[in-house]
C-alpha cells in the first residue's frame, strides 16, 4: 500500500511535469509551423483577409489566444507577429513558464518568378 503511494508521487512528481513540458514544447513548434505557412500564403492568394481568417481558426483549433498582428513589408511578403505564453504546474505550483514573441515573414524560395 505504501509502496503504491509512493510510486504514485514520483510519477507524479517527475512523469507529469515532463509530459507538460513536452507538450508546451511542441505545441510551440507547432504554433510556429502554422505562422510559418499562413504567412508564405500570401505568395499564393495576395489576400490578407482570407489569411487573418484563416489563422485565427489555426490558433483557435490550437486553443490558444487569437490576437496577432499583420505587416506587409512588400506586396508578396507578410510579417506575422504572435505573443505565445503557456505554463506548467503541478499541485498548484507553477513550475515552467515560457513567453516568446514569434515572428515570421514569408520566405523566398528557389521557385519564385520575379
Not at 503504491?4 to 511542441?26: E, F, H, K, R
Not at 505557412?37 to 487569437?66: C, H, S
Given at each position: 500500500?505504501?509502496r503504491?503511494?509512493?510510486?504514485v508521487?514520483?510519477?507524479?512528481?517527475?512523469?507529469?511535469?515532463?509530459?507538460q513540458?513536452?507538450?508546451?514544447?511542441?505545441?510551440?513548434?507547432?504554433?510556429g509551423?502554422?505562422?510559418?505557412?499562413?504567412?508564405?500564403?500570401?505568395?499564393?492568394?495576395?489576400?490578407?483577409?482570407?489569411?487573418?481568417?484563416?489563422?485565427?481558426?489555426?490558433?483557435?483549433?490550437?486553443?490558444?489566444?487569437?490576437?496577432?498582428?499583420?505587416?506587409?513589408?512588400?506586396?508578396?511578403?507578410?510579417?506575422?507577429?504572435?505573443?505565445?505564453?503557456?505554463?506548467?504546474?503541478?499541485?498548484?505550483?507553477?513550475?515552467?513558464?515560457?513567453?516568446?514573441?514569434?515572428?515570421?515573414v514569408?520566405?523566398?524560395?528557389?521557385?519564385?518568378?520575379?
Amino acid at each position: 500500500m505504501v509502496r503504491n503511494i509512493v510510486i504514485v508521487l514520483i510519477l507524479a512528481v517527475i512523469g507529469v511535469p515532463s509530459w507538460q513540458i513536452g507538450m508546451i514544447t511542441l505545441q510551440k513548434k507547432k504554433t510556429g509551423y502554422v505562422l510559418q505557412e499562413q504567412a508564405n500564403k500570401i505568395k499564393k492568394y495576395d489576400n490578407e483577409e482570407l489569411i487573418k481568417r484563416d489563422l485565427t481558426k489555426e490558433l483557435e483549433l490550437l486553443g490558444l489566444p487569437t490576437q496577432f498582428k499583420m505587416e506587409r513589408p512588400e506586396r508578396f511578403k507578410l510579417k506575422i507577429s504572435y505573443n505565445y505564453s503557456a505554463s506548467a504546474s503541478v499541485f498548484g505550483k507553477t513550475y515552467y513558464e515560457v513567453s516568446e514573441i514569434m515572428e515570421k515573414v514569408t520566405e523566398d524560395s528557389t521557385f519564385d518568378s520575379k
